[in-house]
């Protein structure tokens, strides 16, 4: 199948970061179509052999497994062009329609890594350059809007020039192969659908840590905030794929139709909530692995005076026969005590104690994302011991690590994203009415904010952020998984 790939912000950080490395991937296993192009498009002033030297030199900066040899590369850069275009300029889509028309493809791929601001302007130009035909698709990159009402201007624009079908909204943490295995977990096996309901599972914990900061993102970070980056669309999704009812099929539309029945379900915010159940951080000066680090507002492009949150930790539940009661717990945040993302399944103790046991024998399902990606599942055993008639329970772990059983096997979540576009598959994307239901849940927190004059909690860079998130979950008599 031929194609071409366009990419907007093609010089951008996203481009060289994810993308390429991605494209790279898929074209070194074998399975990127034969007879595809990757155009790059940004405002400097290159040739095509000089974008094919700037996207090699960063290469050097990826994980050795993943670096190609001079000879790879060589060939991958035979499939790179370059249109210089200022997007903001209507006349320079000509220069963009002139490549393209250069040949005939059955599929043209416009992923739109830029700003927000920019999503309206590039599709609204390449409708009136003709380029929004029905082979076309179209990427979009998050963050979709800043609020509700942006978010709704955007996607009815973008509407206007392509269809449903057409659009696909990413969200890379759902193409991580431990997101694809959760799906598989609940619905391609009968051990675990008759426990995942209320009567079983005490609470769901959902965690997205970084050690890392803003870096040199700062400017960025003003406007957007851990709320807006983190839980509006991942964390969600991963609530949504926890909490979802089995679809009918495995087709897209099942899929979604499932996730916005979660999204639409969440309780509905109230003044008390939004005081006592939802935690906004920000880091303080501290230490990462034995090295001082600065507070967020000393870093680049941050105001000294910033309120914007680094840290959040909330509680919400799922109004529904299957989950009421059921505390879900988001947490997510930079700087933090380490990179770790994981959703952890606390199952309710058995019914009646038999055993004379001082230790906790609740059951816990635990889903590893990153940086290790697999299960584990966490039971009770009889322990060994020398006195006659012990009834000592030790805790015991099921360990599957995807990485060792799959190795080669396994497919990075951009690489399987820019696939599916490819091949236009929409399972792992998001529908325009998804992302509202999951704006206008956070929209009431975002406005909340704006009248607190407190401003977020400090935490010291390195911990797991401040103590009000622990707090919180201890109202309900649990705590986050490390602290337990």
């Given at each position: 199948?031929?194609?071409?790939?366009?990419?907007?912000?093609?010089?951008?950080?996203?481009?060289w970061?994810?993308?390429?490395?991605?494209?790279?991937?898929?074209?070194?296993?074998?399975?990127?179509?034969?007879?595809?192009?990757i155009?790059?498009?940004?405002?400097?002033?290159?040739?095509?052999?000089?974008?094919?030297?700037r996207?090699?030199?960063?290469?050097?900066?990826?994980?050795?497994?993943?670096?190609?040899?001079?000879?790879?590369?060589?060939?991958f850069?035979?499939?790179?062009?370059?249109?210089?275009?200022?997007l903001?300029?209507?006349?320079?889509?000509?220069?963009?329609?002139?490549?393209?028309?250069?040949?005939?493809?059955?599929?043209?791929?416009?992923?739109?890594?830029?700003?927000?601001?920019?999503?309206?302007?590039?599709?609204e130009?390449?409708?009136?350059?003709?380029?929004?035909?029905g082979q076309?698709?179209?990427?979009?990159?998050?963050p979709?809007?800043?609020?509700?009402?942006?978010?709704?201007?955007?996607?009815?624009?973008?509407?206007?020039?392509f269809?449903?079908?057409?659009?696909?909204r990413?969200?890379?943490?759902?193409?991580k192969?431990?997101?694809?295995?959760?799906?598989?977990?609940?619905?391609?096996?009968?051990?675990?659908?008759?426990?995942?309901?209320?009567?079983?599972?005490?609470?769901?914990?959902?965690?997205?840590?970084?050690?890392?900061?803003?870096?040199?993102?700062?400017?960025?970070?003003?406007?957007?905030?851990?709320?807006?980056?983190?839980?509006?669309?991942?964390?969600?999704?991963?609530?949504?794929?926890?909490g979802?009812?089995?679809?009918?099929?495995?087709?897209?539309?099942?899929?979604?139709?499932?996730k916005?029945?979660?999204?639409?379900?969440?309780?509905?915010?109230?003044?008390?909530?939004?005081?006592?159940?939802?935690?906004?951080?920000?880091?303080?000066?501290?230490?990462?692995?034995?090295?001082?680090?600065?507070?967020?507002?000393?870093?680049?492009?941050?105001?000294?005076?910033?309120?914007?949150?680094?840290?959040?930790?909330?509680?919400?539940?799922?109004?529904n026969?299957?989950?009421?009661?059921?505390?879900?717990?988001?947490?997510?945040?930079?700087?933090?005590?380490?990179?770790d993302?994981?959703?952890?399944?606390?199952?309710?103790?058995?019914?009646?104690?038999?055993?004379?046991?001082?230790?906790?024998?609740?059951?816990?399902?635990?889903?590893?994302?990153?940086?290790?990606?697999?299960?584990?599942?966490?039971?009770?055993?009889?322990?060994?011991?020398?006195?006659?008639?012990?009834?000592?329970?030790?805790?015991?772990?099921?360990?599957?690590?995807?990485?060792?059983?799959?190795?080669?096997?396994?497919?990075?979540?951009?690489?399987?994203?820019?696939?599916?576009?490819?091949?236009?598959?929409?399972?792992?994307?998001?529908?325009?009415?998804?992302?509202f239901?999951?704006?206008?849940?956070?929209?009431?927190?975002?406005?909340?904010?704006?009248?607190?004059?407190?401003?977020?909690?400090?935490?010291?860079?390195?911990?797991?952020?401040?103590?009000?998130?622990?707090?919180?979950?201890?109202?309900?008599g649990?705590?986050?998984?490390?602290e337990?």
């Open positions: 199948m031929s194609f071409d790939l366009v990419l907007f912000g093609g010089t951008g950080d996203l481009a970061r994810k993308l390429m490395p991605a494209l790279f991937q898929a074209f070194r296993h074998g399975t990127l179509p034969s007879g595809g192009r155009i790059g498009v940004g405002r400097d002033d290159l040739s095509a052999e000089q974008y094919r030297a996207i090699g030199s960063r290469f050097d900066q990826v994980e050795l497994a993943k670096r190609p040899s001079p000879q790879e590369f060589a060939r850069a035979a499939l790179l062009e370059y249109v210089r275009m200022d903001s300029h209507p006349a320079d889509y000509a220069r963009l329609t002139a490549k393209l028309q250069e040949r005939q493809t059955d599929t043209v791929v416009m992923y739109v890594a830029t700003a927000p601001a920019l999503f309206t302007t590039v599709c130009q390449l409708a009136v350059a003709g380029l929004n035909t076309t698709r179209v990427v979009l990159e998050k979709l809007g800043h609020n509700l009402a942006s978010n709704r201007a955007i996607n009815e624009a973008v509407g206007h020039v269809s449903e079908k057409q659009i696909f990413i969200d890379h943490y759902l193409g192969p431990a997101v694809q295995n959760l799906f598989a977990l609940r619905f391609g096996n009968a051990l675990f659908e008759p426990l995942w309901r209320r009567e079983h599972i005490a609470n769901i914990q959902i965690t997205i840590a970084e050690e890392l900061g803003v870096e040199n993102r700062g400017a960025f970070y003003e406007t957007t905030g851990a709320l807006r980056d983190m839980v509006q669309n991942h964390a969600l999704q991963l609530l949504c794929a926890i979802m009812e089995p679809p009918i099929n495995a087709h897209a539309d099942a899929i979604r139709d499932e916005l029945k979660v999204l639409r379900s969440l309780k509905p915010w109230t003044p008390e909530s939004l005081a006592q159940d939802v935690i906004r951080g920000q880091y303080a000066a501290g230490s990462i692995a034995g090295v001082a680090v600065p507070a967020y507002r000393d870093e680049g492009g941050v105001n000294p005076q910033s309120h914007t949150e680094t840290f959040v930790a909330l509680r919400t539940e799922i109004s026969w299957r989950w009421a009661g059921v505390p879900f717990y988001i947490r997510t945040g930079k700087r933090l005590a380490g990179r993302a994981r959703i952890v399944i606390n199952f309710r103790p058995t019914p009646h104690a038999i055993f004379n046991s001082q230790m906790d024998v609740s059951n816990q399902l635990v889903i590893n994302l990153q940086p290790k990606d697999g299960l584990e599942l966490h039971l009770v055993a009889q322990g060994q011991s020398n006195r006659r008639n012990s009834q000592t329970l030790s805790p015991v772990q099921l360990d599957l690590d995807f990485d060792k059983r799959f190795g080669s096997e396994r497919v990075g979540a951009y690489e399987r994203l820019l696939l599916d576009v490819i091949d236009g598959r929409l399972n792992l994307f998001v529908r325009a009415d998804e992302q239901e999951a704006w206008r849940w956070v929209e009431p927190i975002i406005e909340h904010w704006k009248n607190d004059v407190q401003g977020p909690r400090l935490y010291a860079a390195g911990t797991w952020g401040p103590s009000a998130a622990s707090a919180m979950i201890a109202r309900d649990y705590c986050w998984s490390e337990c």
